[in-house]
Structures are given as structure tokens and as C-alpha cells.
């Protein structure tokens, strides 16, 4: 049975998810693309090594971080989903909390979604 593309985008969301949780260097590194620009919770713009730095950073470890809201829309061979972060964090031993909202844009390339 082929999967929808829904089914396929939620498991790669789930999978991303759970990497940057668990600071998963190697698997982030593999689902996104040489080409990713993303933006951070401060606003600023990063690249696909500053998206891991920042997910995968020493002084900060993930209580909770869960996906919620998600919305997709597919074009052709394009998805984009828009959901919601929820999160709890430990950086320098302060706990914080909140939600932030995130819109993923992911493509087709050899047979799969990056």
C-alpha cells in the first residue's frame, strides 16, 4: 500500500522532531538539505550548520518538545507545513517554555522529501 504524502510528511516531521530533542547531529544533517535556511526563535536567519548548532548546542537539552496544529499543502513535487513547536528547555540549568510557530517547506529529490 503506497502511503499519502500526508502520511509520509508527518512521519518526516515526527522524525525531525525527535532528532532535535535528542540533538541528533547525524540525523538532521541527513533529513535537511544542503540548501536550508531556517530562522530561529530570535529571529535570526541560519543555514543548515547553524540550524544544527543551534538544535544540537551543549549548554541546552529538551525537557519536551512536541509538534502540534500541523497544516500541509502539497504543489507538485513540494509540501509545505505549518505547525506548532511546543517546548520545554534547560539552558545553563534555567527551565523555560513556550510554543513557537514553524513553517517547513520540503521537496521531491530522489525519491524523497528533504
Same mark, same amino acid.
Given at each position: 500500500?503506497?502511503?499519502?504524502v500526508e502520511n509520509?510528511m508527518?512521519?518526516?516531521e515526527s522524525s525531525?522532531?525527535?532528532a ?6 547525524k540525523?538532521?544533517a541527513?533529513?535537511?538539505?544542503d540548501?536550508f ?8 536567519r $541560519? @543555514?543548515k550548520n547553524g540550524f544544527?548548532?543551534a538544535f544540537? &548546542?551543549?549548554?541546552? !537539552?529538551?525537557?519536551?518538545?512536541? +509538534?502540534d ?7 507538485g513535487?513540494f509540501?509545505?507545513? $505549518? @505547525? ?5 528547555i534547560?539552558?545553563? &540549568?534555567e527551565?523555560? !517554555?513556550?510554543?513557537?510557530?514553524? +513553517? ?8 524523497k522529501y528533504r
Amino acid at each position: 500500500m503506497t502511503k499519502s504524502v500526508e502520511n509520509i510528511m508527518f512521519e518526516r516531521e515526527s522524525s525531525l522532531t525527535l532528532a532535535e530533542k535528542n540533538g541528533d547531529k547525524k540525523f538532521i544533517a541527513e533529513l535537511i538539505d544542503d540548501d536550508f535556511v531556517g530562522i530561529l526563535s530570535n529571529g535570526s536567519r $541560519v @543555514g543548515k550548520n547553524g540550524f544544527i548548532a543551534a538544535f544540537c &548546542n551543549p549548554d541546552m !537539552s529538551f525537557i519536551s518538545l512536541e +509538534i502540534d496544529d500541523l497544516n500541509m499543502r502539497a504543489v507538485g513535487d513540494f509540501v509545505f507545513v $505549518v @505547525g506548532r513547536s511546543i517546548y520545554q528547555i534547560k539552558i545553563n &540549568n534555567e527551565i523555560t !517554555s513556550g510554543s513557537a510557530q514553524f +513553517i517547513d517547506y520540503w521537496s521531491l529529490k530522489s525519491g524523497k522529501y528533504r
